[in-house]
């Protein structure tokens, strides 16, 4: 019942900046841990950043003084700040999120998000 709702990309010049959010709703859970994906076209998904409460955030390395990733958990919504934006990010990126269901039995499940387009282009 739990839906990841992404948001936030778009077409930017390089050395622009984009903020992505991802927004989980439609259930009772608590967030374990949530990150941001990513997949450029003839490329494999990557790992962009993930975070979990009470722990550091870990980045790629090619987007480390870049790239910052936060969650609020009062609004259940995790955000990507894009900063120096390189051609090299364009991909679709995808939220995911592993999260603590509690009906009608607790446990972990995995959810994603439908991807959001980052294009960096003159």
């Known amino acids: 019942q739990v839906t990841l709702v992404e948001s936030g990309g778009d077409l930017v010049q390089p050395g622009g900046s984009l903020r992505l959010s991802c927004a989980a709703s439609?259930?009772?859970?608590?967030?374990?841990?949530m990150g941001w994906y990513r997949q450029a076209p003839g490329k494999q998904r990557e790992l962009v950043a993930q975070?979990?409460?009470?722990?550091?955030?870990v980045y790629a390395e090619s987007v480390k003084g870049r790239l910052t990733i936060s969650l609020d958990n009062a609004k259940n919504t995790m955000y990507l700040q894009m900063n120096s934006l390189k051609p090299e990010d364009t991909a679709v990126y995808y939220c995911?999120?592993?999260?603590?269901?509690?009906?009608?039995?607790?446990?972990?499940?995995?959810?994603w998000g439908q991807g959001t387009q980052v294009t960096v282009s003159s």
């Open positions: 439609g259930g009772t859970f608590s967030i374990g841990t």
């Open positions: 975070i979990a409460r009470g722990d550091n955030a």
């Open positions: 995911i999120a592993i999260l603590w269901v509690l009906t009608p039995a607790r446990k972990l499940n995995t959810y």
